[in-house]
């Protein structure tokens, strides 16, 4: 991780500097596991699945995926909606207009496609055998470095010095993580 940080960093120059472009990296470099976690069927399979539960609406669709995900998956409003038109216009789903939001539910034929697929869910395959999902990982490292941000606006030159201490055994016993069979 020492090497993730630039020049500039905690070592000398504009120390704010160094951690809110290591952020920046963390962050992108985050975004792009999760956001390659889930291929173009997957919204499919998520609404098929969540739809074989209950009648919902978009909105409450993409607020169960990334619950369901740990975080590690939202769909944008983008995938999910094109997608329920499409399963509407198979007749695997049905719209039912209430209050200005239209709800959508299986059709007899949805469920049909539903109970074939064994409602296995796209969500299911993120998580791990202990049940902890991938996306555990890149929200604790955001949260990391949110209070490593913290600590460098607020804290004294001490208390920089010791989070740095800090940081630096993490990186260690995470590399030994790595290294055991």
Known sequence: MASSFPTGGFGGGNPAEGVWQFMDQLRSGFEKRAGSRMGRGDVRAAVLALLAEQPMHGYQIIREIEERSGGSWKPSAGSVY????????????????????????????????????????????????????????????????????????????????????????????????????
Not at 142 to 161: C, F, I, K, Y
């Open 82 to 181: 094109p997608t329920l038109q499409l399963l509407a216009d198979e007749g695997l789903i049905s719209a039912e207009e209430s209050n200005g939001r239209k709800t959508y539910a299986l059709t007899e034929a949805g469920r049909e496609v539903a109970d074939e697929s064994g409602n296995s869910a796209p969500w299911d395959t993120t998580s791990s055998t202990d049940g902890v999902g991938h996306g555990a990982l890149p929200k604790s490292g955001m949260e990391l470095a949110q209070a490593v941000a913290q600590v460098n606006r607020t804290g004294s030159p001490a208390q920089v010095q010791e989070a740095v201490a800090v940081l630096d055994e993490a990186r260690r016993r995470l590399y030994s993580i790595l290294s055991q069979d």
